[in-house]
């Protein structure tokens, strides 16, 4: 319908109607969060299920939970240039101006242009101008059945999630480097430790080799002198390959070379438990769905949900508004004459009749898509229990096992004392030495493990929880 009516109000009037009628109806199911298909408690370990509050516990930041200053200022250093955390806030940036195309479609959009319509005329045939000048507005669609709003919802939800991905990729990246951070300790102390035998084994050799020529010591304490040498040797070499990879590991998470400050020294592992804080733990397993990841999969099921809302209104006429206002002439030289204003405006309703099923299948497909978005939030629930059960299990196991490692690095320690002083004496052979200092080597070694792993343990616990 065009109108010729040189009232400006009536264009005006028809705007504010379509705006208040757009919206005004929504086809998109309620989002409703699903059922936790988990327990309700956490599975607490016994030292502290008689002691943990009902409730959830309150969260920890990351700098009240790692009390090394070097090591804050080395997750400080990588959240400003880790490469996935940057990813992560370009995608939440990339979401907002999503969103803002989104909730831009909501409204007209306006132009100003000058146009020329030629036709032939009726009695003369020869051709007749229509020039115009002013405000368009062309093919805004009037969002009667929430189309365009759904969209901005699924938009919106996009927006949450991308900002809970970004929070979850930060947590990670703080794990991640507490984690590389304190096996880099142990490396460095396992690698310390194995140098000072072996600079204990070379005089070891030296004397040993002195004594063979001297006719005091047979060619098997010699060849035993030597095997203990090598072992060092060899053991030291894979330890300074596995600390060169964890380091090159940890300076991919800080995002560029680390400062020497910044490094863990050799004594820094026995120490590094109480560089951690405790972790707060409730009996709620509530406190899971505060999880970054957790909720970035509730909101790509919220705006599942939208979705369809926008395929449910493909079945229902669109209403669409094209109208202008200005200056009209037939004319040029009149154009800006006084006199020559005019508006005009035409709606069209248009229904699809046949479209072959597509959409009777978008619905079926964003439906589906509904409900692949509801098990991945079923499984992102039951993922973090497993987590965090796997967790709790370790803290009373990691301590029972520390304890017992560290008897038996005492013990192994006295056996390799008083097997030494028995084979000065003459009492124990050069086999039973070797084997008491094997013993004692790879005792160290694996309390140093047992140490980091029970570390490790705690910063996945303070993870899992969400931090």
């Known amino acids: 319908m065009i109108s010729m009516i040189p009232r400006p109000l009536s264009l ?66 990588s959240l400003e240039r880790n490469r996935d955390l940057r990813v992560a806030v370009l995608n939440v940036q990339r979401a907002q101006a999503q969103l803002g195309v989104a909730r831009a479609d909501r409204l007209p959009t306006l132009g100003v242009g000058i146009s020329n319509a030629a036709s032939p005329s009726t009695t003369t045939g020869r051709q007749v101008h229509t020039y115009t000048a002013g405000v368009q507005l062309s093919a805004w669609e009037v969002d009667l059945f929430g189309r365009i709003a759904n969209l901005g919802e699924a938009a919106q939800a996009q927006v949450l999630a991308s900002e809970a991905g970004r929070r979850s990729a930060e947590l990670t990246l703080v794990a991640g480097v507490a984690s590389g951070w304190l096996t880099l300790a142990a490396d460095t102390e396992l ?47 894979q330890l300074l390959r596995q600390r060169d990879q964890d380091l090159n590991a940890l300076t991919l998470l800080a995002g560029g070379p680390i400062p020497a400050e ?22 709620s397993s509530e406190v899971l769905l505060q999880r970054p990841d957790v909720i970035q999969a509730e909101q790509q099921l919220a705006a599942a949900s939208a979705n369809i809302g926008v395929a449910r209104a493909a079945f229902f006429p669109r209403l669409t508004l094209t109208a202008s206002a200005g200056q009209a002439s037939t004319s040029l030289s009149d154009l800006f004459s006084a006199g020559q204003f005019a508006w005009t405006m035409s709606t069209q309703l248009l229904a699809t009749v046949f479209d072959a099923g597509r959409n009777r299948a978008n619905l079926d497909s964003a439906k589906i898509a509904r409900d692949i978005a509801v098990a991945q939030y079923e499984k992102a629930v039951q993922s973090a229990f497993r987590e965090t059960a796997d967790a709790l299990a370790g803290l009373d196991t990691w301590r029972d096992q520390l304890a017992a490692q560290q008897v038996q690095l005492d013990a192994a320690r006295e056996t390799a004392r008083l097997t030494d002083l028995r084979y000065r004496n003459g009492a124990a052979s050069e086999l039973e030495r070797l084997d008491a200092q094997r013993s004692l080597l790879s005792t160290e070694q694996a309390l140093v493990q047992t140490r980091l792993g029970e570390q490790l343990n705690r910063v996945t616990l303070w993870k899992v929880l969400g931090g």
Do not use: Y
């Open 12 to 77: 005006g009037s028809a705007l504010v109607a379509a705006l208040v009628l757009a919206g005004c109806t929504s086809l998109a199911p309620r989002h409703e969060r699903p059922a936790a298909p988990v327990p309700g408690e956490l599975p607490l370990p016994a030292s502290l299920a008689a002691s943990a509050p009902a409730a959830a516990a309150a969260a920890t930041a990351w700098p009240d939970f790692l009390n090394s200053p070097p090591l804050q200022q080395l997750v400080k250093l």
């Open 262 to 283: 910044l490094l863990p020294g050799e004594q820094v592992s026995a120490a590094a438990g109480a560089m951690l804080a405790p972790v707060p733990v409730g009996l």
């Open 191 to 237: 690698l310390a430790s194995t140098t000072r035998i072996v600079d204990s084994r070379t005089e070891g050799l030296r004397l040993a080799q002195l004594r063979f020529d001297n006719g005091a010591a047979s060619s098997l304490e010699l060849q035993s002198a030597r095997t203990l040498l090598e072992q060092a040797r060899s053991s030291r070499a």
